[in-house]
T-cell receptor, first 113, second 113 residues
Framework: DQQVKQNSPSLSVQEGRISILNCDYT??????FLWYKKYPAEGPTFLIS?????DKNEDGRFTVFLNKSAKHLSLHIVPSQPGDSAVYFC????????????FGTGTRLTVIP | DTGVSQNPRHKITKRGQNVTFRCDPI?????LYWYRQTLGQGPEFLTY????????KSRLLSDRFSAERPKGSFSTLEIQRTEQGDSAMYLC???????????FGPGTRLTVL
């Protein structure tokens, strides 16, 4: 039962353009959402998070948008850089202190120079 | 502190053998988590500790799996009588209770022949 879904396994974007990664979830109890980036042979690295009281959170080139009614969130990277090429995981939990974090299956982003 | 470390990084074993992995978390983090990631999937929660107490175990953690965190510092994950289906990346992460953002280690890749 996949409660967090990333329906695009891969995405290719030209350097300098916007990358948009999407994530859908099914559990309406989820209240806290995170994006992780993973390079080969490394563990996932925390990128950005958002709680359900907000619909947008921005950190430099990275912005996460949350649409609770649609149970959808997205990560925007502007401008995209070749170093952003990695697998991006969306994750969700019922609150910021929850021990069980549910991950999506990941989207492999390739930024083409 | 150099982050979360895991040893070994790779383990190849024959079916039926026992294996043990070690995780050294960030020293001031009191929460420690184990996740399993199979090919094409996101990390799946296995268990977590707050200090030395194991507070939750996923249904994915069969009786052949046992985890310990003596003295609330490093943790070990043991798999007895390994099966080919146990082949996966085993990730460890640690965090403070607040905030709940986990720092992941590089993982131990297990291959069961």
């Amino acid at each position: 039962d996949q409660q967090v879904k990333q329906n695009s396994p891969s995405l290719s974007v030209q350097e300098g353009r916007i990358s948009i990664l999407n994530c859908d979830y099914t559990n309406s109890m989820f209240d806290y959402f995170l994006w992780y980036k993973k390079y080969p042979a490394e563990g996932p690295t925390f990128l950005i998070s958002i709680s359900s009281i907000k619909d947008k959170n921005e950190d430099g080139r990275f912005t996460v948008f949350l649409n609770k009614s649609a149970k959808h969130l997205s990560l925007h990277i502007v401008p995209s850089q070749p170093g952003d090429s990695a697998v991006y995981f969306c994750a969700a939990s019922v609150d910021v202190q929850a021990n069980n974090l549910f991950f999506g299956t990941g989207t492999r982003l390739t930024v083409i120079p | 502190d150099t982050g979360v470390s895991q040893n070994p990084r790779h383990k190849i074993t024959k079916r039926g053998q026992n294996v043990t992995f070690r995780c050294d978390p960030i020293s001031e983090h009191n929460r420690l988590y184990w996740y399993r990631q199979t090919l094409g999937q996101g990390p799946e929660f296995l268990t977590y500790f707050q200090n030395e107490a194991q507070l939750e175990k996923s249904r994915l953690l069969s009786d052949r799996f046992s985890a310990e965190r003596p003295k609330g510092s490093f943790s070990t994950l043991e798999i007895q009588r390994t099966e080919q289906g146990d082949s996966a990346m085993y990730l460890c992460a640690s965090s403070l209770v607040v905030p709940g953002q986990r720092i992941f280690g590089p993982g131990t890749r297990l291959t069961v022949l």
